[in-house]
């Protein structure tokens, strides 16, 4: 198990640092990519749905929708029922960004992918999402500030 996680860990810091490369041309460091391409693909989001899209705590969505707001790249706007509630739309400039997020992912993903068949690819995807699933129980319950035993 130890060595499946380290993998995934390897992969994903991996290509987190490609996209920080990738993206420091059009000033998006720090992962701020994942907000803005959830946020073009869920225009209307609340902040709260976000960071749990994402997996982070509310502080570290907060700064990183700032700087997104701050670069002009997304807008909060009232919600029209519930004026507490903000929810999160890209800006032209966001939206004319994300084909060029997207064409990196598409990339990248093309890559990782190389060689395996597509009914590999799916049941590496199935297999993920169990593994994402199992973590998510044990996120949420630490989010909530218990403490898991072991």
Known sequence: MEDILREVGMIARALDS????????????????????????????????????????????ARAIQKLEKQGLIDKQDDPDNRKIKRLFPTGKGTALYPFIRREHDYSNQVAMTGFTEQEAQTLLN?????????????????KGNKRIY
């Open 127 to 143: 297999l993920l999402q169990r593994v994402r699933k199992n973590v998510e129980k044990d996120w949420e319950f630490v989010k």
């Open 18 to 61: 490609i996209s920080n490369i990738e993206f420091k041309q059009a000033e998006l460091t720090k992962g701020q990519y994942l907000y803005l391409v959830r946020i073009c693909e869920n225009p209307g989001i609340i902040q709260e749905k976000l960071s749990e899209m994402i997996k982070v705590d509310r502080t570290t969505a």
